[in-house]
């Protein structure tokens, strides 16, 4: 009824400041966990692709016979180092047996293999 509506918006507007401020509080919890997990989930599927990445070059290696192909994830700031600390990180006898590899995949390829030179994966 319009009578115990009035009551209820009257009761409200009493406690409301009170409960509106608990239940923002209650919210933004709830938001900021709901991120975090979120975010644990996102970290977690960067880490199984890096992982699915990482085998697939090793099973490449191994199938062109190259028998001391080893990956190692680094910092994201890894370049920013000087080379006596990215031979640390790497775990390298000296600087002198650094190297920088790059290898990519020609998703835009129609092609399987790489017979064209010009358009291979």
Known sequence: SAGAKATQSRAWGKAGKGAEVTL???????LRLQCKSLDDLQDSLAKLELEACRRRMLGLCARLGLKSARTKSVPSDYYGYDLPKRME?????STKHLCKTIVLENTQCTRSDCSDVNNSK
Not at 24 to 30: D, G, P, Q, V, Y
Not at 89 to 93: D, K, Q
């Open 24 to 30: 923002a509080n209650e919210l933004s919890l709830r």
């Open 89 to 93: 990180i790497l775990g390298a006898p």
